[in-house]
């Protein structure tokens, strides 16, 4: 007679689980891959910005387009490139020297894979997920990279909240006649808002921690881990907001030229199709006509806010320009600001996927 076999213990069987090189730490589940319905969205946010404008302007949009003057579309496409540019400086000089040696090189195709990413998906959502992804195989942790991209969005929402205080000051006292004061106002209203909210959060984030209640939802470990994250991710910003004053105000003065020169566009896209304006007033208008389309392009569930940015920019140019002339700078714009975008950081992000199977990921 055969001895009675020994009852299996149910810890130890799942506590193997947990042990290095174990098939279920190395074996991930398997992804679902994508389908031909996964481009659907991003054809679609494609084909919108270049078929919604003509169909409102009708057929003069095709004048326009041809009449448009072909060396100012090359500068155009010169901005955007150095706007690429000034953003990988911005991040160089934000990591300084702690996620490894980041030249410009490196940092420039960091910075086109995360603006492919935030153009091919709905609400920008893939953008700051490419962003912590690439910085991770870097050997750069999560949790403290999202800090670094939180002080580049806190520093682009304190540009956008000055310059929209410029131009509501300059709207109050008279300098400039335009219409809309209420939206700038409660624009300005709601940076300011977003801006204070987040500074109280990150300066409570400790206290938040240990008292608020809804951190209970997860099981202790989890709600540690998570503690941790956010923790390292708080002393990540403030080390970086405690660097050099002269790098601070370098890091501020790229973000600022790189968004006066961005927000540019729409003007010469204007230019080009119209061939005149006042340049001061059209300029100034046409920056806060993007500030206010971009934000309101959050709501569209397309790749790159498409249907809701064009409706919205060409509502607002149409005060100043015949309906067919505004319907090809939306074309021209967008070309520049959104397919440019996608076009040139696709590669580049093909290029960056295919190196992350082969680095191990930062925890």
């Known amino acids: 007679m055969t001895a009675p076999r020994p009852p299996c213990a149910p810890a130890a069987r799942h506590a193997s689980y947990d042990r290095p090189g174990h098939a279920g730490t190395t074996t991930p589940r398997r992804a679902t891959g994508w389908r031909w319905y996964h481009l659907g969205p991003l054809a679609l946010a494609l084909l919108t910005p270049l078929l919604l404008p003509w169909w409102l302007g009708g057929e003069g949009t095709l004048a326009a387009l041809a009449a448009f003057p072909l060396p100012l579309l090359a500068l155009m496409t010169a901005i955007a490139v150095l706007c690429w540019n000034l953003n990988a400086a911005r991040w160089r000089l934000l990591f300084s020297g702690r996620a490894g040696r980041l030249g410009q090189d490196g940092a420039l195709a960091l910075e086109m894979a995360a603006k492919f990413a935030l153009c ?160 001061l007033a059209d300029w100034a208008w046409t920056f806060l006509v993007q500030m206010l389309a971009m934000a309101a392009s959050q709501l569209s569930v397309l790749p790159g806010g498409a249907g809701t940015a064009e409706l919205s920019v060409g509502a607002l140019l149409l005060p100043l320009m015949e309906r067919d002339q505004a319907a090809a700078a939306v074309v021209i714009w967008r070309l520049i600001s959104y397919h440019l975008y996608l076009l040139a950081g696709a590669p580049v992000f093909a290029v960056q996927a295919s190196r992350w199977l082969a680095r191990p990921v930062a925890s």
């Open 120 to 279: 091919a998906t709905p609400g920008g959502s893939g953008g700051a997920a490419t962003f912590l992804l690439l910085l991770a195989r870097r050997g750069y942790p999560p949790a403290r990279a999202s800090a670094i991209y939180l002080v580049d969005q806190a520093c682009d929402l304190l540009f956008f909240a000055l310059m929209l205080g410029l131009l509501v000051t300059a709207t109050l006292t008279g300098a400039i006649d335009w219409p809309h004061r209420a939206l700038m106002a409660g624009a300005l209203l709601g940076l300011g808002l977003l801006l204070g909210g987040l500074g109280l959060a990150l300066a409570a984030l400790p206290r938040l921690l240990r008292r608020t209640p809804w951190l209970a939802w997860p099981g202790p470990r989890r709600r540690r881990r998570l503690a941790r994250q956010l923790l390292a991710a708080r002393r990540t910003l403030i080390a970086t907001l405690r660097l050099p004053p002269r790098v601070l105000s370098a890091v501020f003065a790229l973000c600022a030229l790189h968004w006066l020169l961005r927000y540019s566009l729409l003007y010469l896209a204007v230019l080009g199709v119209a061939g005149q304006g006042e340049a």
